[in-house]
């Protein structure tokens, strides 16, 4: 592969991966999403689980709580019931939960 293909094929993938992050998520949208199928393990704004074993989700890294229903949705990460929840949100229904639950304050922290 020449230099300019290179060059070339590096700037595009360079766009892309800048297009995906500035993409992100509609915190709005997240919310309505949320209510439907995050709210009764999570807490409606992700700061009241409904067990201990459930964490917060309010105050999260997006980044992180992107990985993580992508992981579940996928079956990279484990658990029957997330997988099952998971299984149904589209990949802009991830970036609008995150975008979500990351906006909320969080009990765990006072300041980001």
């Known amino acids: 592969m020449s230099a300019l293909a290179r060059v070339a094929v590096a700037a595009a993938l360079g766009l892309a991966l800048a297009q995906g992050a500035l993409a992100g998520g ?4 997240g919310k309505q999403k ?10 409606p704004n992700g ?20 990985r ?20 149904t949100l589209s990949q ?11 906006s909320q304050p969080s009990p765990l922290h006072s300041e980001r």
């Open 68 to 87: 993580a229903l992508s992981d579940y949705k996928s079956g990279k990460r484990k658990n029957p019931i997330m997988n099952g929840m998971a299984s």
């Open 26 to 29: 509609n915190a709005q949208a």
């Open 92 to 102: 802009q229904d991830i970036l609008d939960i995150a975008a979500w639950f990351s």
């Open 47 to 66: 700061d009241k689980p409904s067990a201990p074993d459930q964490p917060i989700l309010a105050g999260q890294w997006e980044d992180y709580l992107v």
């Open 34 to 43: 949320a209510s439907q199928v995050c709210a009764a393990c999570h807490g």
